[in-house]
Structures are given as structure tokens and as C-alpha cells.
């Protein structure tokens, strides 16, 4: 084994992790009150680790630690956007923390170690890995959801996602010890050889495959295991639903590919009829669901959960292609889910968390460029064309029928066109209601920015997508 080149490709893990540590040390003797010195920290942070990955990118794919580990054009990809995609939901959390005198370092130092666990469920390469990287992950959000100590519904949010939590790891585990027991292996690639060999197939493997979906779906909040979802969104902090709601989708698609394309592509008919489940029931319960909720934060996590009944089918294609459309849409969901939770922190004030429909009354009134830049993020969540969000849904429809599920297609049409109903409701609330109060949104200069860049990037990439969805096309397609 070589140390030393293993340890290279492990670099922009080495480093947020080290940096973790010591920025952990640094706050809990800062006498910063505002946390300064954390957060810029924390965004440097972000940034040298981001730009180590693409320094240490070859176009190649290379394993370490035993096969344990891999570093191919994917894992590069996905570890920049969650970097990036980090950089802004940390940005906008710090605007939160402020404008609610709940300023707390821990917030960054536990994000570093989410991102962390990402990026190790990006790279892993064994069965054992993906339950480490997974594990720090959910550790790290359980405890961030918890930090407002006197807020009710955060501690209650808490402990609902930590005791599922709980349930679903516990579930993911006993399907990979199952998978471990037939094949004697952890691997991802010798699983694929040895699952390719087998003649005749093993009950017990799908047996194990289903515990694996289980612990798979729970991390995308897919039905019916998505009873976590709006509990902890509307309960969290906004800061907080704003991290969970982003970059973990990146990591559970990564988890999903890793596990499903590099270790079980021999069960594709299996885990294919579960994922066609899953995705039917998450868009339908979803897009229906939604429709009711007063709560902005509610309704968002419901249109999270129909997302993500379109994200299963790019993966359910079992096709490279499909997996590009699928990789494609969860970068357009993370960064239409930064922006939607950001303008809810724009809105915020101390006291006001602005997170149910009313409070968008009127917003053209007060703020017509942040009424902009919320109908495009609307707009792109609905499908309209040509923004982004319309993109991502037609590169997954366009690999489904391909691959003769043209029913399939349809229905998710139709609960597409469901869907829109909630989200025109809002530019309705924001362009012909009256406002309820004309207060005046304070807010940093960094906050606009990055709002307002956040929004024009998911309409300038949707007038081009074609580059995007190249990426995308490298990152999979071998």
C-alpha cells in the first residue's frame, strides 16, 4: 500500500478536517461576541478546500486506503458544489445568527463536520465508508438542529430526526451486514464482480438490498419514510433547515450512485421496481400535500420531498445518462432550495422568522428586486422554461421515456403540473396582495449579493444548460 499517494488524494478531507479541529479550538477561546473570526475562517476554509480538489483533479479514477477510498471525476465535482453550495448556505446563516442575536460559532464548526461527512460519502468506495461519512453527517445535522436550546419546536424537531434517524442507520446497517454475509465482501466493485457472477439469485441479497433502500430513502426523505421532513424543517432554525435542505442532497445522491450503480448494478431490476415506488408515492404526497400548508417552510419541505420523487427517476433509469439527469437535478435543487430558504432570512427579523405565505404579501411593493429573484426561483422550482428547474426536469423525463417508461413520465408530469399550483401561489401573495406591514428589510450588502447572484445563476445556467449538463456527462459517463 501507498501511504503517500493515498494520503494525496485525501487532502481536502485532511484539510476541513485539521481546519475543523482547529477552528473548534479557536472559537471556544475567542472573546468575539459576533463570531467574526469564526465565520471568515469557516468560509476559508470552504474555499481552500474546494480549490485542493480541483487542484488534486486528474480526470482519472484512482483508489486508496484499500480500495476503501476513490477519487474519479464525480467525486471531484460533487465535492466543489457542496463546497459551494456551503459557502452560500453559511454566508446567509451568518445574516440569520445576526439579525436574531443568536450568534453561535458552533453553527460553523458543526457544518464544517457535516460537510466533512459528505464529502467522505462522495469518495467512499466500501460499504463500511458510506456508514462513516453518513454517520458524521446526521451527527453533526442532530446537533444542529438541537443548538437553539430554548426554542420548543427545535428540540422537538431534534429529537424526531435523531430517534428516525437512529431507526433508518440501524436499518441501513443490518442491510449491509446482510450484503457482507452472502458475498463476504465490503467493496463496492468486488460486491459488482461477485453479485455479476451469481447464476442464480440469493433471497437474501434483495433482503439486504431493501434495508439499504430504506436507509438510502430516509436520507432523500422519499415516502414513506419522509415523516421527518416537515417537523424538522418548520422546527429548526431557519439557518439551520436552510444547511439540511441543500448540500445533504448532494451527498445522499452520491451515496445512492455509489451504492447502487458501483456496488449493486446486478440488481438493477430490483432496486429499480423499489425506486419506481418510491418516486410515485414521494411526488404524488408531496405535490398534494403542499398544497395545504399555511407554513413557507412546510410547504418547502413537502416540495422537497416531490424533488425528490423526480430525482429517484434520473437513478431508477439505470442508465449513464439517467444518472447525468439525476446528478444534474440535485445540483438545480440544492442551489433553488439556497435561495428560497435565503429570501426567508432576507425577510427575517429579530423576533420574526417571515416563514409563513402572508409574510410574502406584497414583497414587489417593498423590494421588487428580491420579488425578482424569488418568482425566479419559483418559476424554476415549478418547471417553467426556460429557467433552470425546467431543464432538470426535462433531462430526466427525456432518459425515462427513452428507456420505455413513458407512463411513468406522465404521471410525473401531472404531479408537476399539481405542484405548480403552490408555487404560482407565492409570485400571486408577492405581485397582487397588499402587503400586511411596509417595514423595510434590513440586510447586508454580502446578503444581496449573494442572493441576487444565487437567483440569476439558476436563470443565466438555464438559458445555457448544455454546460452544466456536460459536466454532469463527464462526472458519469465513463
Same mark, same amino acid.
Given at each position: 500500500?501507498?501511504?503517500?499517494?493515498?494520503?494525496?488524494?485525501?487532502?481536502?478531507?485532511?484539510?476541513?478536517?485539521?481546519?475543523?479541529? %482547529?477552528?473548534?479550538?479557536?472559537?471556544?477561546?475567542?472573546?468575539?461576541?459576533?463570531?467574526?473570526?469564526?465565520?471568515?475562517? $469557516?468560509?476559508?476554509?470552504?474555499?481552500?478546500?474546494?480549490?485542493?480538489?480541483?487542484?488534486?483533479?486528474?480526470?482519472?479514477?484512482?483508489?486508496?486506503?484499500?480500495?476503501?477510498?476513490?477519487?474519479?471525476?464525480?467525486?471531484?465535482?460533487? *465535492?466543489?458544489?457542496?463546497?459551494?453550495?456551503?459557502?452560500?448556505?453559511?454566508?446567509?446563516?451568518?445574516?440569520?445568527?445576526?439579525?436574531?442575536?443568536?450568534?453561535?460559532?458552533?453553527?460553523?464548526?458543526?457544518?464544517?463536520?457535516?460537510?466533512? &461527512?459528505?464529502?467522505?460519502?462522495?469518495?467512499?468506495?466500501?460499504?463500511?465508508?458510506?456508514?462513516?461519512? !453518513?454517520?458524521?453527517?446526521?451527527?453533526?445535522?442532530?446537533?444542529?438542529?438541537?443548538?437553539?436550546?430554548?426554542?420548543?419546536?427545535?428540540?422537538?424537531?431534534?429529537?424526531?430526526?435523531?430517534?428516525?434517524?437512529?431507526?433508518?442507520?440501524?436499518?441501513?446497517?443490518?442491510?449491509?451486514?446482510?450484503?457482507?454475509?452472502?458475498? &463476504?465482501?465490503?467493496?463496492?466493485?468486488?460486491?459488482?464482480?461477485?453479485?455479476?457472477?451469481?447464476?442464480?439469485?440469493?433471497?437474501?441479497?434483495?433482503?439486504?438490498?431493501?434495508?439499504? @433502500?430504506?436507509?438510502?430513502?430516509?436520507?432523500? &426523505? =422519499?415516502?414513506?419514510?419522509?415523516?421527518?421532513?416537515?417537523?424538522?424543517?418548520?422546527?429548526?432554525?431557519?439557518?439551520?433547515?436552510?444547511?439540511?435542505?441543500? /448540500?445533504?442532497?448532494? $451527498?445522499?445522491?452520491?451515496?445512492?450512485?455509489?451504492?447502487?450503480?458501483?456496488?449493486?448494478?446486478?440488481?438493477?431490476?430490483?432496486?429499480?421496481?423499489?425506486?419506481?415506488?418510491?418516486?410515485?408515492?414521494?411526488?404524488?404526497?408531496?405535490?398534494?400535500?403542499?398544497?395545504?400548508?399555511?407554513?413557507?417552510?412546510?410547504?418547502?419541505?413537502?416540495?422537497?420531498?416531490?424533488?425528490?420523487?423526480?430525482?429517484?427517476?434520473?437513478?431508477?433509469?439505470?442508465?449513464?445518462?439517467?444518472?447525468?439527469?439525476?446528478?444534474?437535478?440535485?445540483?438545480?435543487?440544492?442551489?433553488?432550495? /439556497?435561495?428560497?430558504?435565503?429570501?426567508?432570512?432576507?425577510?427575517?427579523?429579530?423576533?420574526?422568522?417571515?416563514?409563513?405565505?402572508?409574510?410574502?404579501?406584497?414583497?414587489?411593493?417593498?423590494?421588487?428586486?428580491?420579488?425578482?429573484?424569488?418568482?425566479?426561483?419559483?418559476?424554476?422550482?415549478?418547471?417553467?422554461?426556460?429557467?433552470?428547474?425546467?431543464?432538470? *426536469?426535462?433531462?430526466?423525463?427525456?432518459? @425515462?421515456?427513452?428507456?420505455?417508461?413513458?407512463?411513468?413520465?406522465? %404521471?410525473?408530469?401531472?404531479?408537476?403540473?399539481?405542484?405548480?399550483?403552490?408555487? !404560482?401561489?407565492?409570485?400571486?401573495?408577492?405581485?397582487?396582495? *397588499?402587503?400586511?406591514?411596509?417595514?423595510?428589510?434590513?440586510?447586508?450588502?454580502?446578503?444581496? %449579493?449573494?442572493?441576487?447572484?444565487?437567483?440569476?445563476?439558476?436563470?443565466?445556467?438555464?438559458?445555457?444548460?448544455?454546460?452544466?449538463?456536460?459536466?454532469?456527462?463527464? =462526472?458519469?459517463?465513463?
Amino acid at each position: 500500500m501507498n501511504w503517500s499517494a493515498d494520503i494525496t488524494l485525501a487532502i481536502p478531507e485532511i484539510i476541513l478536517l485539521v481546519s475543523a479541529c %482547529l477552528l473548534l479550538v479557536v472559537d471556544t477561546f475567542s472573546r468575539d461576541t459576533d463570531r467574526k473570526v469564526t465565520y471568515v475562517l $469557516a468560509q476559508l476554509i470552504l474555499i481552500v478546500t474546494a480549490l485542493m480538489a480541483i487542484y488534486l483533479y486528474t480526470g482519472e479514477t484512482t483508489y486508496a486506503f484499500g480500495k476503501t477510498f476513490v477519487s474519479d471525476p464525480m467525486s471531484t465535482v460533487l *465535492k466543489v458544489i457542496v463546497c459551494v453550495v456551503s459557502f452560500f448556505v453559511f454566508l446567509y446563516s451568518n445574516e440569520y445568527l445576526k439579525k436574531h442575536e443568536w450568534m453561535q460559532g458552533e453553527y460553523f464548526v458543526l457544518g464544517l463536520f457535516a460537510v466533512l &461527512g459528505m464529502m467522505v460519502m462522495i469518495s467512499a468506495y466500501s460499504l463500511l465508508t458510506i456508514y462513516l461519512g !453518513l454517520e458524521l453527517l446526521s451527527l453533526s445535522l442532530y446537533a444542529m438542529v438541537a443548538m437553539h436550546k430554548d426554542s420548543q419546536p427545535a428540540s422537538e424537531a431534534a429529537m424526531k430526526y435523531f430517534v428516525l434517524g437512529a431507526l433508518a442507520s440501524g436499518m441501513l446497517l443490518y442491510g449491509i451486514s446482510i450484503i457482507y454475509g452472502v458475498t &463476504g465482501t465490503l467493496e463496492l466493485g468486488e460486491l459488482s464482480r461477485l453479485l455479476s457472477a451469481r447464476e442464480e439469485q440469493n433471497t437474501l441479497l434483495v433482503f439486504g438490498l431493501v434495508f439499504i @433502500i430504506v436507509g438510502i430513502a430516509f436520507k432523500f &426523505g =422519499a415516502v414513506p419514510f419522509h415523516m421527518w421532513v416537515p417537523d424538522v424543517y418548520q422546527g429548526a432554525p431557519t439557518a439551520v433547515t436552510l444547511f439540511i435542505s441543500s /448540500a445533504p442532497k448532494i $451527498a445522499a445522491f452520491a451515496m445512492a450512485i455509489r451504492l447502487l450503480v458501483d456496488g449493486m448494478q446486478p440488481l438493477l431490476i430490483d432496486w429499480q421496481q423499489m425506486l419506481v415506488i418510491l418516486a410515485i408515492l414521494s411526488m404524488a404526497t408531496g405535490n398534494i400535500i403542499a398544497i395545504s400548508q399555511t407554513n413557507l417552510k412546510r410547504m418547502l419541505a413537502y416540495s422537497t420531498i416531490a424533488h425528490v420523487g423526480f430525482l429517484l427517476l434520473g437513478i431508477l433509469s439505470g442508465t449513464e445518462a439517467g444518472y447525468a439527469a439525476a446528478m444534474f437535478y440535485v445540483i438545480t435543487y440544492a442551489l433553488m432550495s /439556497a435561495g428560497a430558504f435565503g429570501i426567508i432570512i432576507l425577510l427575517s427579523r429579530k423576533g420574526f422568522e417571515s416563514d409563513n405565505l402572508d409574510d410574502m404579501k406584497g414583497l414587489s411593493d417593498k423590494s421588487p428586486w428580491f420579488a425578482f429573484i424569488m418568482l425566479i426561483l419559483m418559476f424554476s422550482m415549478t418547471g417553467v422554461p426556460p429557467f433552470l428547474g425546467f431543464w432538470a *426536469k426535462w433531462f430526466v423525463l427525456k432518459e @425515462i421515456v427513452d428507456m420505455g417508461y413513458v407512463w411513468l413520465a406522465a %404521471l410525473a408530469v401531472v404531479f408537476s403540473i399539481i405542484g405548480a399550483y403552490y408555487y !404560482l401561489r407565492i409570485v400571486k401573495l408577492m405581485y397582487f396582495d *397588499k402587503a400586511e406591514n411596509m417595514t423595510a428589510i434590513k440586510s447586508s450588502r454580502q446578503m444581496r %449579493l449573494a442572493l441576487s447572484i444565487n437567483g440569476l445563476v439558476i436563470l443565466v445556467i438555464g438559458l445555457m444548460p448544455g454546460s452544466l449538463m456536460a459536466v454532469c456527462v463527464a =462526472a458519469l459517463i465513463k
